[in-house]
């Protein structure tokens, strides 16, 4: 989509949105993504995604979610990644999403669940090798995102060979990309930096996240390698009993960051809507965008 809002700083930025979802685990879960979906639909966005876990573990779920999301109408972008899968099994997911009328793909590594050994990566160790594989089976058919980690990548030994794996998915063909999330502006400002110095031309979208829960919150940054900053991190902890401060804390925070992002000139924001509406469209409603109720 293209929003227009009428905030000072960011009137004439044409501002693309895209919310992901998880896929449920209960029927419950699933009820309730529908209603999630229809009020974040009305919001007209560019797209939806769909988390998918890594070795296939959601695989069925995955498939079912994203074609409940579809119904929308709305286009909506899998997930998939390729670690500890073979050829076959991803040339078979992907057939039957273009069967289904996907045209959109997140392009993940994703993570060997633990107790895997090195040998367990299978035919395709890194998201690179998945995007070329998506290129030469599918051509231009599918529009690839890819992640990226202004924070860099757990694993990677440094900056420099973490922005050397992202151009080169970029050079396998990657359409665009999201990044981790990150309360750090100047961690994007950096990295986009270095991007453009490379020439890259692919937009770089901000994914974000809304602060709900505290100790969850932490326990995720921990695991995937976002910064959650002293400031930040010492005030979430002094309401972390209050879970209402923590809501209007949280919803102050991320607009603000999204307002410096959109001020700055990032393509879009990409929301981590962790199957919830409300975070999002306080988010959303700060930064001065049209939003549906
Ligand atoms: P890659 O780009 O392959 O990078 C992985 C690591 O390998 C990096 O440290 C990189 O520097 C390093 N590397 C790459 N190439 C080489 C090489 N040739 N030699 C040595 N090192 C190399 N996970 C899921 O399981 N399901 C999801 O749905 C999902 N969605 C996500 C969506 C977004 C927007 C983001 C940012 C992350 C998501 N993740 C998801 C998490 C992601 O799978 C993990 O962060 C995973 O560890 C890396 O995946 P990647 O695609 O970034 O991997």
């Known amino acids: 989509m293209s929003q227009h809002d ?3 700083d960011i009137e004439e930025v044409d501002v693309n949105i895209s919310f992901e979802f998880f896929p449920p685990k209960t029927e419950a879960g699933f009820t309730k993504l529908a209603e999630v979906r229809d009020r974040l639909a009305a919001q007209a966005p560019d797209f939806f995604s769909v988390t998918y876990g890594a070795g296939g573990s959601t695989r069925e779920r995955t498939f079912q ?5 579809r119904e929308s109408g709305i286009d909506t972008a899998p997930h998939l990644s390729c670690i500890g899968s073979d050829k076959a099994e991803i040339r078979d997911i992907l ?3 273009k069967a289904d009328g996907v045209s959109r793909i997140v392009a993940l590594r994703g993570d060997l669940p633990s107790g895997m050994g090195p040998g367990g990566a299978g035919e395709f160790p890194f998201a690179r090798d998945l995007v070329e594989f998506i290129r030469k089976e599918h051509g231009d058919h599918f529009h690839i995102e890819v992640a990226a980690y202004p924070e860099v990548h757990p694993q990677a030994a440094s900056f420099e060979t973490d922005l050397a794996n992202f151009l080169a998915k970029v050079k ?4 665009s990309a999201i990044t981790q ?5 100047d961690a994007y400002f950096h990295f986009m930096d270095r991007v453009m110095d490379e020439g890259v031309e692919i937009p770089v979208v901000p994914g974000i996240m ?4 505290v100790a969850n919150l932490v326990r995720f940054s921990e695991g995937c390698g976002a910064e959650i900053p002293r ?3 010492k005030q979430l902890e002094a309401y972390q009993h209050d879970d209402e401060s923590v809501r209007l804390f949280g919803i102050e925070v991320v607009s603000g960051l999204c307002e410096t992002m959109l001020s700055a000139g990032a393509p879009g924001l990409h929301f981590y809507t962790m199957n919830q509406v409300e975070p999002t469209l306080a988010i959303l409603r700060n930064l001065g965008m049209p939003v549906v109720d």
């Open 6 to 8: 009428d905030h000072d």
């Open 65 to 69: 979610a994203v074609k409940m999301v």
């Open 95 to 97: 057939a039957g999403y």
């Open 172 to 175: 396998a063909g990657a359409s």
């Open 181 to 185: 999330y990150f309360y750090n502006p």
């Open 210 to 213: 809304p602060i709900t829960n």
């Open 231 to 233: 400031w930040l991190r």
